[in-house]
């Protein structure tokens, strides 16, 4: 049945008169929105952490609990690279900047004798890493700056919708972790709004996280550029600016919840040391609150990292996990599956 | 009748198995959730301004028609000052700035002989106002930074408890517009979210805005100071830094839409020229919209100002709306009452 295109987000409100009918209904199916004892996480073995999961949201979800938390207060914050998809050998994004570099480069001749582009142009990852935080700066600004917020928002859709994982060999949209799909879904069941918090860019998100985790424009933060309202030709126009706005990363995710959401969460997934802060920010919250980290122990199915990788590094992060009781997913342990079956694939 | 808590603000995804219900519900009922010819703006004269409105509810919100939106793309943003509120004879935030310098006062003896404390704890605002900007943001940033995010929401909620407007004689809360109230709860009846972008203070208007806007925490976007992420006797808090963050006014405010949405608004309604860029990047958007300028020209039951006021100038605004055809509200025209009825009031 094809729904109502009324309801396909969220009906912001509804009409009051409906409301007493809804209070019976909802009253009748309990409040976890899982339909006569259907498990909603059906990719996750039955081990602590999905345990942990379940009774917190039955806790706060549930009429009467002593823990119960009013819907609007339902906030669940989630960091992206590493969390809700593969982030290695390297960020996705990343890899959409040395793409961009590779089209962009026929107008820059200069590149072929400039670093870092020069050292991406060639493939030659040693040099550009020796580039260090410059030249990633320098290869962010040249390939998501100077033009509108609609043009990069298209660029974005464009590459996203061809470009392969080197190891998967399918989409990078097709590398989003299964069992973090159901959950995220499982959650704005139960009502909860679930934000993504990235260290990556907020412009970069947000053209394809409402069809691939369901996750609309305006729940996603994320770092940033300065833009400029203009008018070009007649038409107002937002021009991104070759300047950072804003580094959504480390104590910086706090801070950008608090700015953008105004509320704290009641629960946030992580798997680095990025993540720590919003993890203990989320943690000294009143009540109940539940704190997860990814941990990517498997290889075989994915990757295996932790104190040593350079991307998504988790080492603090994993020894306060530890000391504080959170909640850390083993990946081989506590996932059946990691990626979504693909139509047609395995 | 207590509504279930869990209806309070908008059940966010309600379970699939109620859709059924709601869909025929919702057929049943037509989508202007209107209920039966009840008039959803009583406190509107049947004046152009009022059909505007409502013409342009149904038009995106009537399923089958041409112009008909999807339930997440009804974004509305608001100004506050001198849209939904009083911003008369001066803005309520710096009624509120004055008030925490007399309160700080006794810690900082220096202030008598520093302008523009001096002034301020004087009443002189003939030389307050020669401070300019500078006297300003000195003002902010005494009266708003030097203490955790937490601590600030308090002081603000216990200010706006007590404080009183020197004409009315009521709460500053009570001296919102009565006709955008109706409007605001008319048009999230319509599943519209409704926006504020205010070049007031994001933590200045949080603490309040949902119990008398109906407008969460989420929703509210405004000029901000930056927070600094810090663990003090172990317990993690956000400080507020005297340093300027973000002004979400005239040019800053299609930014700021664009940063904390990431959506265009379908409507957007001002009253200064402050919110001129607002509604010029609401009206560039395909389809219909709507773009709304409030004019205060009711001196008897409000104020009456427009090019020459010092707070809330509207002047080039006027202008393009009037060559533009965009809604201009004529207060003593289009509204039979400016304020709530105060409990035992008139």
Redesign the interface.
């Known amino acids: ?1 094809k ?21 019976l ?3 009748a ?1 309990g ?1 976890s ?1 899982q ?1 006569n004892g259907e498990d909603p996480l059906p990719s996750w073995q039955d081990g602590p952490a999905k345990k942990a999961i379940l009774a917190f949201v039955s806790d706060v ?1 549930t ?1 009467g609990s002593p823990d ?1 938390v ?3 207060e ?1 906030i669940t914050t989630f960091d992206n690279d590493g969390t809700l998809w593969t982030e290695q050998p390297m960020y996705t994004q990343f890899v959409f900047a040395v793409d961009r570099v590779k089209a962009l480069a026929p107008e820059h001749p200069e590149w072929k004798q400039t670093q870092p582009f020069k050292a991406v142009l060639e493939g030659d990852s040693q040099t550009f890493l020796a580039s260090g935080e410059r030249g990633v700066l320098q290869l962010i600004m040249a390939t998501h700056t100077g033009m509108t ?1 609609d043009e990069f928002a298209l660029i974005v859709k464009d590459w996203i919708k061809t470009a392969q994982h080197p190891r998967f060999h399918r989409p990078y949209t097709q590398c989003v972790y299964q069992p973090m799909l159901e959950l995220l879904s499982y959650l ?2 139960n ?3 679930t934000y993504i918090v990235s260290g990556g860019g ?1 412009e970069f998100l ?1 053209p394809w996280t ?1 069809p691939v985790y369901g996750v ?3 729940w ?1 933060i994320g770092s ?1 550029v ?4 203009e ?1 070009r030709a007649g ?2 126009v ?1 021009l991104r600016m070759p300047e950072v ?1 804003f580094v959504d990363d480390k ?2 995710k ?2 950008a919840i ?6 704290r969460p009641l629960a946030a997934f992580g798997n680095s040391d990025g993540d720590q ?1 919003m993890l ?2 989320t943690a ?1 919250g009143k009540g109940p609150r539940l704190m997860v980290l990814i941990h990517h122990t498997d290889g075989d199915r994915e990757y295996a990292y932790d104190r040593k990788s350079m991307v998504g590094t988790l080492d603090h992060a994993l020894e306060e996990a530890n000391a504080r009781g959170w909640t850390v997913v083993d990946m081989k342990q506590d996932w059946k599956a990691i990626f979504p079956r693909v139509q047609g694939g395995p």
């Open positions: 049945m729904l109502c295109p009324a309801l396909k987000l969220c009906p912001r409100l509804l009409p009051r008169l409906w409301w007493t009918l809804l209070v209904a909802l009253a199916s409040s929105g339909a979800t009429i119960y009013p819907v609007e339902r917020s704005r069941r009502a909860f709004a907020v947000r409402q609309p424009p305006e996603v940033s300065k833009t400029k309202f008018i038409q107002p937002l706005d104590a910086g706090p801070v608090d700015k953008f959401i105004g509320r802060q203990e920010w000294a």
